[in-house]
């Protein structure tokens, strides 16, 4: 093989003296005609097997295999298709007798290219992958000799485990394995001096990890913590423990584990790796952090540590050093789906909408049958504002999973922002006959019936989701909307409280608390939540308005038409806030203008009893007697309730009194 080309790299496993499985990838250059023409530039390629341990090893197995090979690591470019496969290439006869390769000794295999190469595309199947990865040296024809270093323990992808998204992704052991070089080969020489040598495998190992393929993980953890009573490979068992550990969500435990390997081996990378992927499980990303860090002082050019820091910062929040860490991922694998996917996480949160939407669309080209990227793209899609768009790619992630609960659940929210809420309500109703306990669909519905201005059945919606979910601020404070329209406001003053208690910065629930204050006429309390809203949104109409009507009840006209003033300049056709102003007018005894405000208000809102109210007074107020008692008669056929405050209002004393309306006025109001 030529120094510039590297088409194919080997990988491996030495299962102690029971058996040796070799793992190996073909990499191929980018263009398939390239393929022919190396094949009869380097006829030959020569396979070097080296026991780099103390003690000698027995080669038994019958091939170098590779199992479940992700297409994004090269193979794709050979076989011209996106999946995954399973290949062989045999080295010696299965029922040939065991070689002993002795301690810095190693077996040697010649193999013509072209042979090798014909074996890959025709996908050929043989058994399981090998159990636990060495490291395996392969010289090329010209004498440079590379090795592929696969430090991982039982075949566990640690780059997916890493990487994931969400949660943690558990592997059976055989899966393919990801060099933490950051997929190139190294010289040996480097990764001796950098990680020293193997060692061969106790059988309790490969029993482990069958126990563990088989998930009887108490069982294999047994078997581990056999090896470290006998004293038998430390590190390698303390760093199993740790895995078995892991998968069982037993992280203090497997913490305490991946410390005592770090205790025997202060740069073993796997340690260094799965600790800091322990500890963000914990929630301890700072500290998970400084162990990536850590990771990658040992293998400064490691993707995969990188892609777990970029992870750790966005859980920090600390999302432009993430971009920044995503970049560096992406100049050693500038095609990697994943972390695409993962900057383009970041940059939404940075509110970059356009770049997260190029990001993941690179990412679905790259690997277009991902239902979850697909709906990670229609997420960012709606975010920047393409809510068909957005629809459009979940109904493409449905066609290639039709119950994908994500997908339907986007596909809803994204018809709720075009104000097509029947056809939401039924992809959240579809959801639920599949998920009837998804918190998230409960609560979307709740959104949705709200919007249709079905009140009760929204609170019931909405109730039904914080019985699952009792936490959520935003189901707490869309429940608030609701009793908002239903006027409970002895209900929402609580329902306020609960959504400051998790936001306490929340303008919205601050909002919200002061118009139920103010109902309840407790008018100074109303006024210190609006004033605390107003330092978050100073130019927010609502709250202006709530402000203006909690002064108004307070008698301080001046503040309140001030605060009224503004919000008609921000929102000048608002029928309840030109009402509001009516009446601080009144008080004022600005007549004229007061009634111009009224009369403007129910222009806009005919049917506004509040308006009309307003208006019989300012008319009363002013002698108009027969014209107030026919807006107060307006003002009680739509609100009959108004008729108690009637009977004790001090506008109406000369309408009461007044000799030829006064007995009708008593009549209508009791």
Not at 10 to 32: K, N
Not at 505 to 533: C, F, S
């Amino acid at each position: 093989m030529a120094g510039d080309l590297d088409p194919i790299a080997v990988w491996g496993a030495i299962t102690g003296t029971l058996a040796l499985a070799v793992q190996v990838v073909i990499s191929v250059i980018d263009r398939p005609r390239l393929v022919a023409r190396y094949r009869n530039k380097h006829p030959d390629a020569e396979l070097a097997i080296t026991n780099t341990g103390r003690r000698p090893i027995a080669l038994t197995a019958a091939g170098l295999f590779v199992d479940r090979v992700d297409w994004r690591y090269r193979i794709r470019r050979l076989l011209g298709r996106s999946k995954r496969i399973r290949l062989a290439v045999p080295i010696r006869p299965v029922d040939a007798p065991p070689v002993a390769i002795q301690p810095g000794e190693s077996w040697v295999l010649k193999r013509p290219m072209s042979e090798v190469l014909a074996l890959v595309e025709a996908s050929q199947s043989l058994g399981p992958a090998g159990k636990w990865p060495t490291e395996i040296y392969v010289t090329t024809p010209t004498g440079r000799t590379l090795v592929w270093p696969v430090v991982v323990p039982w075949g566990e992808n640690i780059a997916q485990l890493m990487s994931a998204q969400r949660g943690t992704v558990t592997l059976k052991p055989g899966a393919m394995v990801y060099p933490l070089s950051g997929g190139r080969p190294i010289p040996a020489e480097r990764w001796r001096g950098e990680h020293g040598s193997g060692s061969p495998l106790n059988p309790l190992f490969t029993r482990g990890m069958e126990l563990e393929a088989a998930e009887r993980y108490d069982e294999a953890l047994a078997g581990y913590d056999e090896l470290i009573e006998r004293q038998v490979d430390l590190p390698r068992a303390f760093l199993a423990r740790g895995g078995t550990l892991l998968r069982m969500q037993r992280y203090d435990d497997a913490l305490a584990a991946y410390d005592r390997t770090l205790e025997l081996e202060p740069e073993n990378a796997g340690a260094l790796a799965n600790r800091g992927l322990t500890l963000s499980n914990l929630d301890r990303h700072e500290e998970a952090l400084v162990a990536a860090d850590r990771a990658l002082r040992v293998l400064p050019d490691n993707a995969d540590v990188l892609a777990f820091r970029g992870l750790v910062l966005a859980k920090l929040e600390r999302y432009e050093e993430a971009v920044s860490t995503f970049n560096e991922v992406l100049a050693l694998r500038s095609h990697d789906p994943q972390a695409l996917a993962n900057r383009g996480l970041a940059l939404a949160a940075l509110r970059r909408y356009d770049e997260a939407v190029d990001d993941y669309q690179q990412a679905v080209a790259l690997r277009p049958d991902d239902v979850d990227l697909i709906v990670d793209l229609a997420i960012a899609l709606r975010d920047v504002g393409r809510p068909l768009d957005a629809i459009e790619a979940c109904d493409r992630a449905l066609q290639l999973r039709s119950d994908d609960p994500r997908a339907r659940s986007e596909r809803g929210v994204n018809l709720s922002h075009l104000n097509r809420y029947g056809e939401a309500l039924d992809d959240f109703d579809r959801l639920l006959e599949s998920h009837p306990d998804d918190p998230g669909a409960i609560a979307n519905r709740g959104a949705v019936l709200e919007k249709l201005q079905r009140h009760d059945e929204a609170l019931l919606a909405l109730d039904r989701a914080l019985e699952l979910r009792p936490l959520d601020p935003d189901v707490l404070a869309n429940r608030a909307v609701v009793l908002a329209n239903l006027k409970r406001w002895d209900d929402l003053v609580p329902a306020c409280e609960r959504v400051l208690d998790l936001r306490p910065d929340d303008p919205q629930a601050l909002e919200y608390l002061g118009i139920a204050l103010v109902h309840l006429q407790r008018n100074d309390e109303a006024l210190a939540a609006i004033d605390r809203a107003l330092e978050l949104r100073p130019e927010d109409p609502a709250l202006l308005h709530g402000r203006g009507a909690a002064l108004g009840n307070l008698r301080r006209y001046d503040e309140a038409l001030i605060a009224l003033d503004r919000a008609i300049q921000l929102r000048p056709d608002d029928a309840q806030i030109l009402m509001h102003r009516g009446l601080v007018r009144c008080g004022l005894g600005l007549y004229a203008q007061a009634l111009d405000d009224l009369d403007r208000s129910l222009a806009l809102r005919p049917a506004n009893a509040e308006a009309f109210y307003g208006r019989a007074c300012v008319l009363a107020l002013e002698g108009q007697f027969e014209s107030a008692f026919t807006a107060l008669t307006a003002a009680l056929a739509l609100n009959p309730e108004l008729a108690e405050e009637a009977r004790h209002e001090e506008d109406f004393v000369g309408l009461r009194n007044h000799p030829s309306l006064g007995a009708l006025v008593g009549r209508i109001i009791g």
